[in-house]
């Protein structure tokens, strides 16, 4: 499973014979029950693409799709099993009516991507009938989606099905979790006087930081950016601290809203915040983290649970609107994180293992 994958792709299909695959795709270790796994080319715009469903017991399945240079196919294998497990989880904790799953497209989102290769996508996006339903992720635009559903009925996020940007969606679960978790850790859940470290003002991190200001929190802000840093100093009088340090910051909560695997072996020791709740995807650099957190007494939000605004908007927006649904549906992340919060101090389990077991229960249920 990792013949090297050569530019240009076209010519890789055509010409070369990569060797045989080291172990199946069965015998993945992120294979775990996935439905169907649907390996996709297209002769005329090289396209190469795989389509990983998850699980349909809730629903259809609702993932984006990532455009990358994976250096190998086995590395885009992995990312789109692992990526569409994911999504089941999310889509389940998130109490939509929807499966997991996830689309990969090989190949550099600067050079390879044209507008026949995205509407090959579409095509085979169409040929799985409504199992998988699509939307924009790494790699892929709004613009790029747009030209994806012109050849099927099964995009979603874009101007003719959705509310556009679900970022200010995201934001506002993140912030309906964080005052759930200072909620559970203060005994009440306003802002006002706390302090809130956040890593990465971006799309999320930019709205977040708005909301927070005007509910009355503090802010310690970090970007790498050093403009957008500018700017929350001015606009919401934030104090700063290096981009790397943002999880040593003396606060209430840590909020990172940057990048993956931020909570580690080096940066959980150096923690002060007895909350961790942000926006970022897959935070645990790997699942044992989740209980070194536990034991150091900070309560974490589990990643899944409190980023799951965007994927809400994708998948509750109607054509023309269905915004108050929306908001409604990503408000009740708060109570979602209060119930996680309960039972893993009721168990004495880490908030991330509850949080799965949770989703799994839903799943279950829909199952019989
Ligand atoms: P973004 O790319 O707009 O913003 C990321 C910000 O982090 C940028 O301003 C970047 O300069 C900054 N950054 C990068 N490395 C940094 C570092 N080491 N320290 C401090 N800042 C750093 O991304 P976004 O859309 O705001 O998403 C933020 C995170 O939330 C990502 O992990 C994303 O996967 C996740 N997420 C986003 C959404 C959404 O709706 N946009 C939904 C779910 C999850």
Redesign the pocket.
Known sequence: MNAPIKRPLKQHIEHNHPAAPERSVFDHREFKGHEQVVFGHDRESGLLTIIAIHDTRLGPALGGCRMWDYATTGEAVTDALRLSRGMTYKNALAGLDLGGGKAVIIGDPRHDKTAGLLAAFGEQVERLAGRYITAEDVGISAEDMEIVASETRHARGTRATGLG???P??ALGVFVGIKAAVAHRFGSDKLNGRTISL???????MILARMLHDAGARLIV????QP?VERAVAEFGAATIE??K?HKAEADVFAP????AGLNDVTIPAIKAPIVAG???NQLAEDRHGQMLKDRGILYAPDYAI?????ISIAVAKPGGGEMAVRDKVMAIGQTLSHIFERAAALDLPTHVVADQIAEERLASAGR
């Open positions: 940007d679900p970022s969606y995201t890593q990465g003002l971006g799309h999320v991190g970090s970007d790498i950016h957008s981009a790397g943002a809203c940057a990048l993956g926006a970022a995807n980023n799951a605004g965007g994927v």
